[in-house]
């Protein structure tokens, strides 16, 4: 009964992201062939792995705001849909991988791009490591979505305007304490390249992966928290 309920579970997640799916391949598909044609006249076209790690971000949150309702109606326990979600979230990031590796390295060989985030940083990477950061960067970005998902439901309405304020207020706040205290930019700047597996004059794109896995991973902890106390709206 339980394998069944959640065979349901996986199919209604699936059809949650199925259009977003369909409208972010047809982005890629638009930018590749824009940066095939540009790259004749030395001009750029769009991006491959952005509008793949903005799909994984509305994924997650899709995963919360739209699925968590139907599991608890259809009797699946939040365990189990905490369990199908990361497991179906690790396999969904995977096969995104593998179309956005596919994608970056058509991009990277025919096309002119305007911005590649994965190739600023390992511009000679393999098939391999391509695929291995990408799984890691979009579990990273579903989970990232899915726990924002869930904390915004977890506030009271104060309390989301006092992030939302909090959110907004961190650029000034950090660029008015760089000003007069110096070197914050600069600490804030090593630890996001610390993420993308850059340690002094060493760059590892499969360091940067586990560390965003190892990041997941505690939103995952974090969400589970969350979950176990809160109610249907």
């Given amino acids: 009964m339980l394998s069944k309920k959640l065979k349901t579970l996986t199919l209604y997640q699936l059809s949650a992201?199925?259009?977003?799916?369909?409208?972010?391949?047809?982005?890629?598909l638009l930018n590749l062939i824009l940066g095939i044609i540009l790259k004749q006249s030395d001009d750029v076209a769009g991006s491959i792995d952005f509008p793949v790690m903005i799909t994984a971000l509305i994924w997650?949150?899709?995963?919360?705001?739209?699925?968590?309702?139907?599991?608890?109606?259809?009797?699946?326990?939040?365990?189990?849909?905490?369990?199908?979600?990361?497991?179906?979230?690790?396999?969904?990031a995977a096969g995104t991988a593998v179309i956005a590796t596919l994608f970056s390295v058509l991009a990277r060989e025919f096309a002119s791009?305007?911005?590649?985030?994965?190739?600023?940083?390992y511009p000679d990477a393999t098939i391999l490591e391509i695929f291995i950061w990408f799984w890691g960067a979009l579990f990273f970005l579903i989970i990232l979505g899915w726990f924002l998902?869930?904390?915004?439901?977890?506030?009271?309405?104060?309390?989301?305007?006092?992030?939302?304020?909090?959110?907004?207020?961190?650029?000034?706040?950090?660029?008015l304490l760089n000003h007069y205290?110096?070197?914050?930019?600069?600490?804030?700047?090593?630890?996001?390249?610390?993420?993308?597996?850059?340690?002094?004059?060493?760059?590892?794109?499969?360091?940067s992966a586990l560390m965003l896995m190892a990041l997941s991973v505690l939103f995952m902890g974090a969400a589970w928290l969350f979950l176990r106390k809160i109610e249907l709206k």
Wanted: proline share 1%; aromatic share 16%; glycine share 12%.
């Fill in 17 to 28: 992201v199925g259009l977003l799916n369909l409208i972010m391949g047809g982005v890629l």
């Fill in 60 to 92: 997650g949150y899709i995963f919360f705001a739209e699925v968590f309702n139907f599991a608890i109606i259809n009797g699946v326990s939040r365990k189990s849909y905490f369990i199908s979600t990361c497991i179906f979230s690790l396999g969904l």
């Fill in 181 to 207: 205290i110096g070197g914050i930019i600069d600490y804030l700047k090593k630890i996001v390249l610390l993420f993308f597996g850059v340690f002094g004059d060493t760059i590892n794109s499969y360091v």
């Fill in 149 to 175: 998902g869930i904390l915004m439901h977890s506030l009271s309405k104060k309390a989301k305007y006092i992030l939302i304020g909090v959110f907004v207020a961190i650029a000034p706040i950090v660029m």
């Fill in 113 to 121: 791009m305007a911005t590649e985030v994965f190739f600023s940083v």
